[in-house]
């Protein structure tokens, strides 16, 4: 325990809140920051648990003085700073409108400086209940009309309306003589009708809204200790039900709003809560919202896993019974796949353990468990195996966006783990898309990045995947003694290894989907990022992988390309001239950084006289010689045409005697050797492949560098047979 306190002291000296929080706040922070549980904390201060327990939930709000200085030597806080946040709690900060804050998250309450002022009048409790639903926005007088005479408003219910208001007022005025009753009211006329000029935080739902806001933002920015705080916040804002004691407003569409947001940010505060290894401080918030909404399944997955993770697997199995028998009884439906993956990870142990190790159910009067401590397992390293980014990168900008929209936070994912294929032809440019938005979401991965080339299209062969699952292992500190010979055994430990950690997992150039799917983690936290030649159509119908399409750049990108790689002058100068080699290029940035590599060693040589030069030379047509730039490029198309079946290469092969153009089965049939309907499937599998792309219904098309490759390939063919 003596380690216990010094690690508990040596840290929360550094982790000072940015903004003064309540006490019962304060305290619970500071204890989950150390590590510690409740228990452990109560051992080390000398205080019973019930007493923390009391604490931390702001049921004891002024703790004896001896009580307060061992919880401050705990957690190494100033009992002076402790102090002043009880003051803090008792009397809010922001001292504007004197204080004034109003609550609609329970029932109302209207609160200056700690006093709670009762409103016995029901319309004026409703009309105050509306304006701190609608704040900061104004309500209309028509709505004020309709919701203080929901039936029928009287002929001069607008000169009640102003009676009410000013009723409002008074009560909202401060009690206290002098200047701080001559201040503005607050409670303001507006053109339509009437509304609260008071701050965010002096009404808990606009105060609500903004943490809650503040925790998505942090989490989709990767903050995931700050999004845990902020979610927190948020979560305690709610006292009960919203507008308790006004049923009618409960059904307000900003009220429903409210209870849809409450649920989401409760979401996110369980999965960020299991990830930091705290989840008995979420499980009594899903039994209450796994209770008033007991179809939802995404709170009962995260109610099973928070329970199972405290050592109540039983409990966790049985939620999953009773909703099983609900969904059938009375929607004649079966669990979804977010319930069915938390029953899995609970009958195979997947749990993030809280920090103090597994925790098993005990009678209440069993004695404290004085052996040995369950076993931790050995601490993860945190990978960070990404390349680095393509220099002069260009474009693909909607491919950027469709991959920040698919990578979301992870409570907005129904449990699913997202994962993307980025896929296009060789020399495309993949992988520099891939460490490019990889390298930009670093903050969202907190826990790690692995990368692993699989070689899918490499003279060497493809990796194999338990090859590649021993290389992840390794990276994640399993020893070499520790990585199982089976891949179904290796996979397994794999998810383990990252279950409850957000880790980027990237496979580059891959081949098949056998390859990759013993690759893709369990959790939700994770995310894969896949490119490939290959479309792979099984891993996107079976496995639910989005596909994102890579295209050649176009003119305006190559233009911005080659003015990065030669100057914007030199290419500026050539507009046209630097175009036409962009289209020799067909659009592939491989091809382009070539080519625009020779123009770079030759300064004198204009890009029009180089356009020339390519045209006359005809790439392909010859053998590269050793140390040729382009023998990158023939190579990169060289092995997709290898990795065909024979059928396929000798369709490829055929298509270099066409333009390259509104091709299609019948065109083809002939010259292939085959049927036209032999020929479609096979046009098909090249498209697969990203050789070929279907432009439109039957009609295929290729690029000019993969044209002029396959016109190489029929003239050599040709050759042999003429010396045969």
């Keep these: 325990m003596s380690n216990l306190r010094s690690a508990g002291t040596a840290t929360s000296h550094r982790l000072h809140p940015a903004e003064p929080l309540p006490f019962a706040t304060r305290i619970r922070l500071f204890r989950q920051r150390t590590g510690l549980t409740q228990r ?212 307000h569409p900003a009220a429903t709003a409210a209870v849809r947001l409450r649920i989401e940010n409760l979401l996110l505060y369980a999965d960020l809560a299991l990830r930091f290894r705290q989840p008995e401080q979420v499980v009594p918030a899903l039994r209450a919202a796994a209770a008033e909404e007991p179809l939802h399944e995404g709170l009962q997955a995260r109610l099973m896993l928070a329970l199972a993770s405290c050592g109540e697997q039983y409990e966790a199995l049985r939620v999953f019974s009773d909703v099983t028998q609900r969904l059938d009884s009375e929607l004649g439906l079966q669990p979804g796949p977010e319930m069915r993956q938390a029953q899995l990870r609970v009958l195979q142990q997947e749990l993030t353990w809280p920090r103090n190790g597994l925790l098993t159910r005990q009678p209440a009067d069993a004695p404290p468990h004085t052996g040995p401590a369950a076993p931790h397992p050995p601490p993860e390293a945190r990978p960070s195996q990404l390349p680095a980014r393509t220099r002069h990168f260009v474009g693909r900008a909607d491919q950027l966006r469709e991959l920040d929209q698919l990578f979301l936070a992870a409570g907005e994912r129904d449990g699913q783990v997202p994962a993307a294929l980025i896929t296009g032809p060789p020399g495309v440019g993949k992988t520099a898309l891939a460490l490019r938005w990889a390298h930009r979401a670093l903050d969202r991965f907190p826990d790690g990045q692995l990368y692993i080339d699989l070689h899918g299209h490499a003279r060497r062969g493809p990796l194999d995947a338990l090859e590649a699952l021993a290389s992840f292992l390794r990276a994640l500190g399993v020893p070499d003694d520790g990585i199982p010979d089976t891949l179904d055994e290796a996979a397994n430990l794999f998810r383990t290894r990252l279950s409850g950690r957000r880790v980027l997992v990237v496979l580059d150039n891959a081949r098949d989907e056998d390859q990759i799917r013993p690759l893709i983690p369990g959790d939700a936290g994770c995310a894969v990022l896949v490119t490939s030649r290959n479309q792979l159509p099984g891993l996107v119908a079976r496995d639910g992988v989005r596909r994102v399409f890579v295209d050649a750049l176009d003119d305006e990108d190559v233009l911005a390309l080659l003015g990065r790689l030669l100057g914007p002058e030199r290419v500026g100068a050539e507009a046209l001239a630097a175009m036409a080699v962009g289209r020799y290029c067909g659009g592939l940035p491989l091809m382009l950084r070539i080519l625009a590599t020779r123009l770079a060693q030759h300064r004198g040589l204009s890009i029009a006289q180089y356009y020339v030069e390519l045209q006359d030379a005809g790439i392909f047509r010859r053998p590269p010689l050793p140390g040729d730039l382009l023998l990158s490029v023939q190579t990169a198309f060289e092995l997709s045409y290898t990795a065909l079946p024979e059928a396929e290469r000798r369709v490829f092969r055929q298509l270099g005697g066409t333009e390259g153009n509104s091709i299609t089965a019948y065109s083809l049939a002939d010259a292939a050797g085959m049927t036209p309907a032999e020929t479609r499937w096979t046009l098909y599998r090249l498209v697969d492949a990203s050789l070929l792309r279907e432009h439109a219904p039957g009609r295929f098309s290729m690029s000019a560098p993969l044209l002029r490759y396959a016109q190489a390939l029929l003239d050599q063919e040709e050759e042999r047979f003429r010396t045969v």
């Design 40 to 251: 452990q904390f109560a051992e080390l201060a000398g205080v019973g648990v019930r007493t923390v327990r009391d604490i931390e939930s702001g049921r004891v709000e002024q703790p004896q003085e001896r009580t307060l200085r061992s919880l401050a030597a705990v957690l190494g806080l100033d009992v002076g700073d402790l102090r002043r946040s009880m003051t803090h709690m008792r009397k809010p900060a922001d001292q504007d409108r004197a204080g004034l804050r109003i609550g609609i998250l329970g029932a109302l309450t209207i609160e200056r400086d700690g006093v709670v002022s009762e409103v016995r009048a029901f319309k004026l409790r409703r009309l105050l209940s509306l304006l701190a639903l609608c704040h900061p926005q104004p309500a209309g007088l028509d709505e004020i009309g309709s919701t203080l005479w929901p039936k029928e408003q009287p002929r001069s219910y607008q000169n009640l309306i102003h009676t009410y208001v000013s009723q409002a007022r008074g009560l909202l005025r401060s009690p206290e003589p002098g200047p701080a009753a001559q201040t503005p009211s607050c409670l303001v006329r507006t053109p339509t009708g009437y509304a609260l000029s008071l701050g965010r935080d002096q009404v808990d739902l606009t105060r609500f809204r903004g943490l809650a806001e503040k925790a998505r933002q942090a989490h989709a920015a990767g903050e995931t200790r700050a999004a845990y705080e902020f979610a927190s916040l948020a979560h305690h804002c709610w006292r009960g039900p919203i507008l308790a004691d006004e049923p009618l407003l409960a059904l």
